[in-house]
T-cell receptor, first 112, second 115 residues
Framework: EAGVAQSPRYKIIEKRQSVAFWCNPI?????LYWYQQILGQGPKLLIQ????????DSQLPKDRFSAERLKGVDSTLKIQPAKLEDSAVYLC??????????FGPGTRLTVL | AQSVTQLGSHVSVSEGALVLLRCNYS??????LFWYVQYPNQGLQLLLK??????LVKGINGFEAEFKKSETSFHLTKPSAHMSDAAEYFC?????????????FGTGTKLQVIP
C-alpha cells in the first residue's frame, strides 16, 4: 500500500513570494490533515478535511494561507505572501476513520 | 480542552541503557494517547497507541508505554537503547470532536543514544 505522498520535499523562497505544497493521501482515506511543524515544536494542525469539506481550520492564518481538496482526494496548501516565520516543515496526514493518522515525509520550507 | 506535556526536550542515554520518555496529558474526556517517532527529514511514524483497552501498550521496535490515569501519564519506555533509536519522539492526545478525531501533539523529546 502506498503511503502519503508530498511534494516538493524542500522549497526555498524569499519573503513575500508565493508557494504551494501538494499532498496525495493513502487511497480511500477520507480525512486529510495539514500540519505546520516549526523547528523544536510539535506539529500544529492547520486544516482538516473530510472528503472535500473543511472540518477544522481554526488555526489556519487565513489572510495568507489557503488549502483546497476539490475532488476529495489530493490537496494543495498555499501560502501567499510568505513571511519569515512561515519557515517550517509542512506535514500532510490522512486517516481512514480509525484513530490512527498516517503521515507523509513533509515539505521543508525555508523563507529568506 | 486537551494538552500534552513532554518533560525534557532532550534526553541522552547510553547504548543498552533504559529509555524513559515522559508524557503527561490533560483531557476532559477519556483520552486516546499516542507516541510517534520522527527520524531526520521524515514524517511521523506511529510507535504505539492507547485506546482504552489494556493499560500497558506494546509498540514497534521494543517500545512500550503504560497509561496511568491516576498520574495522567503515558510514559514511553524501552529496556535497552539501540543506536537506531536516536530520533525525536512525540506524545499526542486525541479526542472525538463532532465525529472527527482532533489531535494535539506535545513539543517533542529528542533522544540521543551514546555509544
Amino acid at each position: 500500500e502506498a503511503g502519503v505522498a508530498q511534494s516538493p520535499r524542500y522549497k526555498i523562497i524569499e519573503k513575500r513570494q508565493s508557494v504551494a505544497f501538494w499532498c496525495n493521501p493513502i487511497s480511500g482515506h477520507a480525512t486529510l490533515y495539514w500540519y505546520q511543524q516549526i523547528l523544536g515544536q510539535g506539529p500544529k494542525l492547520l486544516i482538516q478535511f473530510q472528503n472535500n469539506g473543511v472540518v477544522d481550520d481554526s488555526q489556519l492564518p487565513k489572510d495568507r494561507f489557503s488549502a483546497e481538496r476539490l475532488k476529495g482526494v489530493d490537496s494543495t496548501l498555499k501560502i501567499q505572501p510568505a513571511k519569515l516565520e512561515d519557515s517550517a516543515v509542512y506535514l500532510c496526514a490522512s486517516n481512514d476513520g480509525t484513530d490512527t493518522q498516517y503521515f507523509g515525509p513533509g515539505t521543508r520550507l525555508t523563507v529568506l | 480542552a486537551q494538552s500534552v506535556t513532554q518533560l525534557g526536550s532532550h534526553v541522552s542515554v547510553s547504548e543498552g541503557a533504559l529509555v524513559l520518555l515522559r508524557c503527561n496529558y490533560s483531557s476532559s474526556v477519556p483520552p486516546y494517547l499516542f507516541w510517534y517517532v520522527q527520524y531526520p527529514n521524515q514524517g511521523l511514524q506511529l510507535l504505539l497507541k492507547y485506546t482504552s483497552a489494556a493499560t500497558l501498550v506494546k509498540g514497534i521496535n521494543g517500545f512500550e508505554a503504560e497509561f496511568k490515569k491516576s498520574e495522567t501519564s503515558f510514559h514511553l519506555t524501552k529496556p535497552s537503547a539501540h543506536m537506531s533509536d536516536a530520533a525525536e519522539y512525540f506524545c499526542a492526545v486525541t479526542r472525538n470532536s463532532g465525529g472527527y478525531q482532533k489531535v494535539t501533539f506535545g513539543t517533542g523529546t529528542k533522544l540521543q543514544v551514546i555509544p
